[in-house]
């Protein structure tokens, strides 16, 4: 008569165990990168395309001497594409390569973004054409960065890179390439990085693409802003 009552006192301790022990709890910030993940999924999923460019205010040294020099909040950009079914990155950092969404936005100021397309896209960047700009993006990966905005294509920065590839699949030009004499070299933060990367001898004359040009240029659209 006592074996039913033993076996329902296990039963039952073995209950009471298993819910006092303490579950595994997930790994520290868990929760903060899926609603990262999960937010900038549900925000660019409808309206991104491949070959669209993406700007933000970089958190880098030199960005507030890019931002007085060009009298625009935008330090760096990168062209967005898919890659295992995940949007991605393509920028000039150090080297040139690919970073996820989430993670390049999340690195900029105020994790604040400002996508932008070819006006006419739909016409241009067919497939065809859209396969040949992202292989010529690719091909750069593992450039190192070029801190001194040289034309050369032995280094990249980040509006170069992108200017090159497009101008080199479309013909197009994203913004009016200017020499390093026209832009706004007189506040001290800008002379002072000027300096540091180019002693006393400016290249003047050095053709450049800005992100603020590429940003303004007549043959963008914004399709996003967040």
């Known amino acids: 008569m006592r074996r039913p009552l ?38 660019v999923s409808l309206k991104l395309r491949e070959g669209d460019l993406i700007f933000h205010t970089s958190q ?52 604040y973004f ?11 960047l067919t497939p065809r054409t859209l396969r040949r700009l992202l292989r010529a993006g690719h091909r750069y990966r593992g450039r190192p960065y070029d801190p001194y905005f040289g034309w050369s294509d032995k280094r990249m920065y980040c509006s170069e890179l992108l200017w090159k590839v497009y101008y080199g699949t479309t013909g197009r030009r994203l913004g009016r390439l200017q020499k390093l004499r026209e832009l ?3 506040h001290p ?20 693409i800005s992100p603020a040009q590429m940003f303004n240029s007549p043959e963008l659209v914004t399709v996003m802003t967040r």
């Open 114 to 124: 400002v996508v932008k397309r070819l006006r006419d896209a739909e016409t241009v």
């Open 189 to 208: 933060a800008v002379q002072r990085k000027m300096r540091e990367r180019y002693g006393n001898r400016l290249p003047l004359d050095e053709p450049l």
């Open 60 to 111: 880098s040294a030199q960005s507030r001497a890019i931002q007085l020099a060009t009298h625009s909040p935008y330090s760096h950009c990168g062209l967005l594409f898919r890659q295992g079914g995940e949007w991605q990155v393509l920028e000039a950092v150090q080297p040139v390569g690919i970073t996820p969404l989430e993670v390049w936005i999340a690195r900029g100021q105020g994790k």
């Open 184 to 186: 706004d070299l007189s």
């Open 6 to 43: 033993s076996i329902v006192l296990a039963v039952l301790f073995i209950v009471l165990a298993v819910w006092a022990c303490p579950r595994r709890k997930k790994r520290p910030g868990y929760f903060k990168r899926a609603q990262r993940a999960e937010l900038t999924t549900l925000l």
